[in-house]
C-alpha cells in the first residue's frame, strides 16, 4: 500500500488559473489577444508530452477528445464548455459525466477523417491511443502543430517500462494544468488515491491469485503485459498479472505458456462484438485448456476494457476487481 500511496502523494504545486468561458466560434485575432489578458498566472505554459514539446500562451479552448479516457478525463475536470468534439468510445460514458457528454458533437463513430476533424476547428486535440494520431491519416502531430492545433497523447502509450499510479498521477496534472485548473486535477488524484488505497488497505493480507488476462485471440491469446496499467490494477486488486514478465502494454502468448503458468482466475475484458459469455465458451470449449485451474473451477472476472486504460476508471477498476477477487474483503 505505501508503494502505491507514495506514487501520488506529491502533487505539483497548484497555481490558481481563471477558467476561460467557452466561445462558440472560431476566435479571431481580437479574441486570442482575450484569451491571453486573461489566461492568469501560470502562463505561457510548456510540457513536453510523448516527445512534443507544446507552449501555451493560454488554456485550450475548442479541444477535440478521441478515445473514451481522454473524453472522459476532460469531462471529470468539468472542462465539457472547452469541448467542440468527441470520437471513438469503447463503452457508453460513465452515468456521472453523460448528461455534459450529451452537449457535446460527436465527430465520427470511431476516429475522424482529417476534414472532418479541421471542420470543428480545434485549438487542441486529445488522444487516449496512439492511433488516434495515425499520419496516414492525415491526424499526425506534427502535420497538427503545422496548422496551430496542440495535441496530447496519453502517457501509457509512450512511457518507458512499466506504467503505474505515478503516470495516472501525471497525466491528470498535466491536462488539468494545460486547462488552467490545476485545483481540480488535484481533487481527482486525491479522490483516485484515497478509493484505491481503501481496497489495497482490504485485501494486503490476502493470497494473491494468478490472473489471466483474456483480451480476445483464438490461435493464441491476446493479454494484459506487465507495462500498462492494467498490471498495475491486477496488482493493486490483490492478483498476480500470470504475464507481468511480457514487456508490453498487451500482447500475444501462445496457449501452451497460459497451460503453463497454471493462472488461478481468467479476467476478461469486456468490450467490441464478442460478448463476456462467448469469450467464457471458447475457453471452457477448448478441452486443451480444462486443467488449467481457472478454467476447471469455472472463476472468471470481468472488467471492462475503458476500465484498463490510463484514465479517470483506474479506481473503478481497482474496486471492482478486488471485490470479484477477494468477496470475502469486499
Known amino acids: 500500500m505505501s508503494r502505491s500511496r507514495a506514487l501520488l502523494r506529491a502533487l505539483v504545486p497548484v497555481a490558481l488559473l ?40 493560454a488554456p485550450p479552448r475548442r479541444a477535440v477528445t478521441m478515445n473514451q479516457h481522454a473524453t472522459e478525463l476532460l469531462l471529470a475536470l468539468g472542462l465539457q464548455d472547452r469541448m467542440v468534439g468527441t470520437a471513438y468510445l469503447d463503452d457508453a460514458v460513465l452515468p456521472a459525466y453523460r448528461p455534459a457528454y450529451d452537449g457535446i ?5 470511431e476516429y475522424p477523417s482529417k476534414e472532418i476533424l479541421l471542420g470543428a476547428d480545434p485549438d487542441f486535440v486529445y488522444g487516449g491511443y496512439a492511433s488516434a494520431f495515425d499520419k496516414a491519416q492525415g491526424r499526425d502531430r506534427e502535420g497538427l502543430a503545422k496548422t496551430g492545433i496542440n495535441s496530447r497523447l496519453s502517457v501509457e502509450y509512450c512511457t518507458e517500462g512499466r506504467v503505474g499510479l505515478d503516470q495516472l498521477k501525471t497525466e491528470i496534472t498535466e491536462v488539468a494544468r494545460t486547462f488552467g485548473v490545476p485545483e481540480r486535477g488535484a481533487r481527482l488524484i486525491e479522490d483516485e488515491q484515497r478509493r484505491i488505497d481503501a481496497v489495497t488497505a482490504r485485501v494486503q493480507d490476502k493470497a494473491r491469485p494468478s490472473v489471466f488476462v483474456y483480451d480476445s485471440g483464438e490461435t493464441s491469446a491476446f493479454t494484459s503485459g506487465g507495462d500498462g496499467i492494467g498490471n498495475e490494477i491486477v496488482s493493486l486488486a490483490g492478483g498476480t498479472n500470470a504475464f507481468a514478465d511480457l514487456r508490453d502494454t498487451f500482447g500475444d502468448v501462445s496457449w501452451e505458456k497460459v497451460i503453463e503458468r497454471k493462472p488461478e482466475v481468467v479476467l476478461i475484458y469486456d468490450y467490441g462484438g ?22 476447471k473451477n469455472r472463476r472468471f472476472v470481468v472488467l471492462p476494457l475503458s476500465s484498463a486504460v490510463l484514465g479517470v476508471r483506474v479506481a473503478d477498476a481497482v474496486e471492482s476487481l478486488g471485490r470479484q477477487l477477494h468477496p470475502d474483503a469486499a
Request: charged residues 20%.
Open 274 to 295: 464478442t460478448t463476456v459469455e462467448a469469450k467464457k465458451q471458447r475457453l471452457l470449449n477448448d478441452p486443451a485448456l480444462a486443467e488449467v485451474p481457472a478454467v
Open 105 to 109: 458533437k460527436v465527430l465520427a463513430k
Open 18 to 57: 481563471i477558467p476561460l468561458a467557452a466561445c462558440g466560434g472560431s476566435p479571431g485575432t481580437g479574441d486570442r489577444a482575450d484569451a491571453e489578458a486573461s489566461a492568469g498566472p501560470g502562463f505561457p505554459y510548456t510540457v513536453t508530452n510523448c516527445g512534443v514539446s507544446s507552449t501555451y500562451q
